[in-house]
Nanobody, 122 residues
Framework: QVQLVESGGGLVQAGGSLRLSCAASGRTFSNYAMGWFRQAPGKEREFVAAITWSGVRTYYTDSVKDRFIISRDNAKNTVYLQMNSLKSEDTAVYYC???????????????WGQGTQVTVSS
């Protein structure tokens, strides 16, 4: 089992920045690919970004490319999502997830956090 706890969400004005963190415990963190997803009210949970176990490769959905950066620190068992130039459409609950392989689909990931709310005011 892997336990994931997100933090860093909050209220920010459009154009601002936030950094989300996801702390992992349980099984060896460095064995897992990590992803960030988000879910806005009334919408499906969608892929945002992912990073391989080594951190060498990263993937982003088109709407956040050049604005968000995913990174990880395996020594701290933590994955981050730096969010810059935030827009109102980025408002959602953000979830981190861990999986044996990297991918865009929710089914790729075995473990999920409880989520952290990000609200961007225009």
């Amino acid at each position: 089992q892997v336990q994931l706890v997100e933090s860093g969400g909050g209220l920010v004005q459009a154009g601002g920045s936030l950094r989300l963190s996801c702390a992992a415990s349980g099984r060896t963190f460095s064995n897992y690919a990590m992803g960030w997803f988000r879910q806005a009210p009334g919408k499906e949970r969608e892929f945002v970004a992912a990073i391989t176990w080594s951190g060498v490769r990263t993937y982003y959905t088109d709407s956040v490319k050049d604005r968000f950066i995913i990174s990880r620190d395996n020594a701290k068992n933590t994955v981050y999502l730096q969010m810059n130039s935030l827009k109102s459409e980025d408002t959602a609950v953000y979830y981190c997830a861990a999986g044996d392989s990297i991918g865009w689909g929710r089914s790729t990931y075995n473990y999920w956090g409880q989520g952290t709310q990000v609200t961007v005011s225009s």
